[in-house]
């Protein structure tokens, strides 16, 4: 089945621990993006990568990390999370860049 | 669980009615446009998209209108269903920015009473 998996679905960590969320998907899809959602905010992209060892920054990049070593794999690495950190995050991939974005079941993270 | 969308607007239908949810955008070089679908607990799901060229495009039980003079979107679900509860994202991806990122409005919630 074609799909978007991230990890974990739930998290709730300390202020100032390290922390990764794993995306990966199986659809060689070139271009890969994260997102978080807030209550009245939408969402907003964090960073994306249009293929392996390219990425670049989106509207909110503060805060966090990414990676593309291998085409399927964009973990969003959190170094050391604050309390507005907080939020639903999103793991999206497409094609290629521009086409329509097939989104990951989201992950919960609390920082407390 | 989340709390996604606590201040959204909110659409009430009865069930087997057609439902229409709007869109306004504000960048006249968006080109491509995609309707998303996100149930609780889950990820936002592709329902339907439109380019530029088309003012209208048809799914299974869905209809994306285009209106670019005006720079608006609309949804139709026709003979909505329960299962269409859920809240609507309109995006868009404009050709004036080069990493063509989707934009994604605030989200309507469709909610079907039985």
């Known amino acids: 089945e074609a799909q978007v998996t991230q990890n974990p679905r739930y998290l709730i960590t300390v202020t100032g621990k390290k922390l990764t969320v794993t995306c990966s998907q199986n659809?060689?899809?070139?271009?890969m993006s994260w997102y978080r959602q807030d209550p009245g905010l939408g969402l907003r992209q964090i960073y994306y990568?249009?293929?392996?060892?390219?990425?670049d920054k989106g509207d909110v990049p503060e805060g966090y990390k990414v990676s593309r070593k291998e085409k399927r794999n964009f973990p969003l690495i959190l170094e050391s999370p604050s309390p507005n950190q907080t939020s639903l995050y999103f793991c999206?991939?497409?094609?290629?860049?521009?086409?329509?974005?097939?989104f990951g079941s989201g992950t919960q993270l609390s920082v407390l | 669980g989340e709390s996604v969308g606590l201040h959204l607007p909110t659409l009430s239908v009865q069930e087997g009615d057609n439902s229409i949810i709007n869109c306004a955008y504000s960048n006249s070089a968006s080109d491509y446009f995609i309707w998303y679908k996100q149930e609780s607990g889950k990820g936002p799901q592709f329902i339907i998209d439109?380019?530029?060229?088309?003012d209208k495009r048809q799914g299974q039980r869905v209809t994306v209108l285009l209106n670019k003079t005006v720079k608006h979107l609309s949804l139709q679900i026709a003979a909505t269903q329960p299962g269409d509860s859920a809240v609507y994202f309109c995006?868009?991806?404009?050709?004036?920015?080069?990493?063509?990122?989707?934009?994604f409005g605030s989200g309507t919630r469709l909610q079907v009473q039985p």
């Open positions: 659809m060689n899809h070139e271009y």
């Open positions: 999206a991939s497409s094609g290629r860049v521009g086409e329509k974005l097939f």
């Open positions: 995006a868009e991806i404009s050709m004036d920015t080069g990493r063509r990122a989707l934009t």
């Open positions: 439109i380019r530029s060229n088309m």
């Open positions: 990568s249009m293929n392996v060892e390219v990425t």
